[in-house]
């Protein structure tokens, strides 16, 4: 079942604007992550934000997390071309006792900048 | 230092035909894991291991087995291909342990279509 779902679920963008994508998610979650996918390759992690922190940066990275309204979003600052990506959240989630712990994947969002 | 290296990176099988796929990691992972990725699907967990010795089915398991040959390696296997498996398979390791708060190191991928 999909736990995190981004939107939109496609962004074109031209390059130097701002790019935001939002996650919104169900359950309670222990920390969320954000990762990147260029065409034909494997996810590269970006960014991961504990349930107890609201805002990181890494870069021209920076993340939020709402844990009252369960969402998050990525802000990219001045876009590049080579941003021009799918970018993915996960949420991790563990049971009551910490273990069981699992990280579940949303559908992505593309995001394309224009040159 | 090659991360996660997965072999073979595009395979075409007929229905009914077997075959591994291979994962090796040179990070010292303890953890492994095996997603499928499917359009406008995201990415969806088929098996794990948490440490070398032990395994467990993730989302989608049914129609594969799995073996964690020794702390690098974590193979992934067809025994009856059937259509649906028609997918990119992607590989991952994290640190130090099936914690909570690891990134995951993904691999490129194997690109497979069963006919």
């Known amino acids: 079942s999909q736990q995190g779902e981004e939107d939109p679920q496609a962004l074109s963008i031209q390059e130097g604007e701002n790019a935001t994508m939002n996650c919104s998610y169900k359950?309670?979650?222990?920390?969320l992550q954000w990762y990147r996918q260029n065409s034909g390759r494997g996810l590269v992690h970006l960014i991961l934000i504990r349930s107890n922190e609201r805002e990181k940066h890494s870069g021209r990275l920076r993340v939020t997390l709402d844990t009252s309204k369960k969402s998050s979003s990525l802000l990219i600052t001045a876009s590049r071309a080579a941003d021009t990506a799918s970018y993915f959240c996960?949420?991790?989630?563990?049971?009551?006792?910490?273990?069981?712990?699992?990280?579940?994947f949303g559908k992505g969002t593309l995001l394309t900048v224009n040159p | 230092n090659a991360g996660v290296t997965q072999t073979p990176k595009f395979q075409v099988l007929k229905t009914g035909q077997s075959m591994t796929l291979q994962c090796a990691q040179d990070m010292n992972h303890n953890s492994m894991y095996w997603y499928r990725q499917d359009p406008g699907m995201g990415l969806r967990l088929i098996y794990y291991?948490?440490?070398?010795?032990?395994?467990d089915k993730g989302e989608v398991p049914n129609g594969y087995n799995v073996s964690r040959l020794n702390k690098r390696e974590f193979s992934l296997r067809l025994e009856s291909a059937a259509p649906s498996q028609t997918s990119v398979y992607f590989c991952?390791?994290?640190?130090?342990?099936?914690?909570?708060?690891?990134?995951?190191?993904f691999g490129n991928g194997t690109r497979l279509t069963v006919t």
């Open positions: 996960a949420t991790g989630t563990s049971n009551s006792g910490g273990s069981n712990y699992k990280l579940t």
């Open positions: 291991s948490a440490s070398e010795g032990t395994t």
């Open positions: 991952a390791s994290s640190e130090p342990t099936h914690s909570y708060n690891s990134p995951l190191h």
């Open positions: 359950t309670s979650i222990n920390n």
